[in-house]
């Protein structure tokens, strides 16, 4: 009979041939963890690699069939989610991001239902509901959704202050929020910095910095930002699109 460690090597090693075996070429190197699929997760994160992103989002839907009151792979499934609607921004398919995102929204509150005390939920929900915004109609969109999004930041802020995706999560409400509403160029970037003091490894908020520096006008330390997030993530799409914005 198999020791409970070597049955779990065994588990190990058929995820990981799955993994490399169905995308062949795609999969970045996975980290070490106790679960593959977060390692994967964050694989795709980085890459934003479609197959891979099919593949893990199987994954998670397949997890949740086996674990459906888990509120982590709920969580893990709409920030999956979220990636497939950067994909569709990138190809200026807003139809697609916009489904994406409503995908997304779903899964993240159904992780909030099961657990409501996570801070990361209830900033990727704000991310959320700042992307349908800038993807629907702003002007119904906004008074309708503009309220959650500072209501569920301020959730987060008060179960986890100390989070650098919270954050982050508030720099871009004061980013991408009108001035007339609320917004602020200064206090997005002092929340950027303060996400960045505490996990300076962030490639996507170093991003995040640098189009606050942009739009403040301060193409210098734009450009120190944007490459910061490429030193840390040289494959990052979203990286490598901030930097060509800085170059036109």
């Not at 891979?52 to 989002?57: A, E, G, I, P, R």
């Not at 982590?72 to 979220?82: P, T």
């Not at 001035?179 to 206090?187: A, H, N, Q, R």
């Amino acid at each position: 009979m198999r020791s409970p460690s070597s049955h779990y090597l065994h588990l190990l090693t058929l995820t990981l041939a799955v993994l490399f075996s169905s995308a062949p070429g795609t999969v970045t190197s996975l980290v070490a963890a106790d679960d593959p699929l977060a390692a994967a997760v964050e694989s795709v994160r980085k890459t934003h690699d479609e197959k891979q992103l099919q593949l893990v989002k199987t994954q998670l839907e397949q997890r949740i069939a086996q674990n459906p009151n888990d509120a982590g792979f709920y969580l893990d499934l709409a920030r999956v989610q979220e990636y497939f609607a950067d994909v569709s921004e990138m190809r200026k398919d807003k139809k697609a991001a916009a489904e994406a995102v409503d995908k997304a929204i779903e899964a993240v509150e159904r992780s909030l239902q099961l657990n409501d005390k996570f801070a990361d939920a209830h900033s990727l929900l704000a991310d959320l509901y700042g992307r349908k915004i800038s993807l629907g109609n702003a002007m119904f969109a906004g008074p309708k959704l503009g309220p959650k999004l500072k209501e569920e930041n301020a959730k987060a802020m008060a179960l986890d202050g100390n989070n650098p995706r919270v954050w982050a999560s508030l720099g871009r409400q004061y980013l991408m929020t009108p001035k007339m509403f609320g917004g602020d160029i200064s206090k997005a970037i002092e929340s950027f910095q303060k996400s960045l003091a505490i996990d300076s490894s962030q490639d996507e908020t170093w991003v995040w910095l640098c189009k606050a520096f942009q739009k403040q006008g301060d193409k210098g330390r734009a450009r120190e930002a944007v490459q910061h997030a490429l030193s840390l993530n040289p494959e990052s799409p979203f990286a490598k699109a901030a930097a060509d914005s800085l170059n036109k």
